[in-house]
């Protein structure tokens, strides 16, 4: 990539698809690749109104594009909407995902639903539509991956055990791709709790997180994009996960 000019537009010509991008994370890095200039590819699995919304108030060039990665066929879709309506791709934000909380005590509460559902959506759909973008991400001259886990992927925390193993499974995928599938880039960003809507009710999760971390807050979507937005720029890093808490697993 030549960097233009223009700081504000260091990544025109750049085209990004960020799943799960209807809200929190997904929306916020949406927003950063945008306004860097990248044409920009929202997603959902059903949060289609807000998906749209999200593609229509972006500064650049963007389209939503409604599919459940858990389903290969939906997830091949997406990558197919992409390359009929932008010809390329050089940067997935795998950030779709889904948990339940489940305590990890509590083993008859993990049901075998609930495990499959959790491996169906942040493993196989993630693995599905990676494994499918790797040869168009080829073809750019700075292909790269980043995906959103968890640092529940990196230490026995986490909503349920099934999370956990879940988000472990991804920080490795990451550094099997990033060996065996370079010069396209992987990389992990493994957020703590993040203050989304989906954690707006976790009032006591965001207290002892704010009491334990040395920087005395939850994380927002936007140093989570912030990080994603590191790995995009930085063009000689791979196969790393970048850990975004504010520092509470140095802490615990």
Request: aromatic share 6%.
């Amino acid at each position: 990539m030549t960097t233009s000019a223009n700081p504000s537009q260091e990544l025109e010509g750049r085209v990004a698809i960020v799943t799960g991008s209807s809200s929190g994370i997904g929306e916020r890095t949406a927003q950063r690749l945008s306004a860097l200039g990248a044409t920009v590819v929202v997603n959902s699995s059903s949060s289609v109104e807000a998906g749209q919304a999200v593609s229509d108030a972006l500064p650049g060039t963007s389209m939503y594009v409604q599919a459940d990665i858990s389903d290969q066929g939906q997830g091949q879709a997406l990558l197919d909407a992409t390359m009929d309506a932008y010809g390329k791709l050089d940067i997935l934000v795998n950030n779709a995902g889904w948990t339940t909380v489940v305590p990890h005590r509590k083993l008859d509460e993990l049901t075998d639903d609930i495990f499959l559902k959790t491996f169906d959506v942040n493993v196989f759909g993630t693995w599905w539509l990676t494994k499918a973008a790797v040869p168009l991400l080829a073809a750019s001259d700075d292909g790269n991956v980043v995906t959103i886990t968890s640092i529940a992927g990196v230490r026995p925390v986490g909503s349920s055990i099934a999370y956990s193993m879940a988000k472990a499974a991804l920080n490795q995928m990451t550094a099997l791709l990033a060996k065996s599938h370079g010069p396209t880039r992987f990389n992990a960003v493994a957020p703590g709790l993040v203050a989304t809507p989906w954690t707006e009710d976790w009032d006591a999760q965001h207290e002892a997180v704010a009491k334990m971390s040395p920087i005395p807050r939850s994380a927002t979507p936007d140093d989570c994009a912030e990080a994603v937005l590191a790995f995009v720029r930085n063009r000689y890093t791979t196969g790393q996960v970048m850990v975004v808490d504010g520092g509470l697993t140095i802490a615990t």
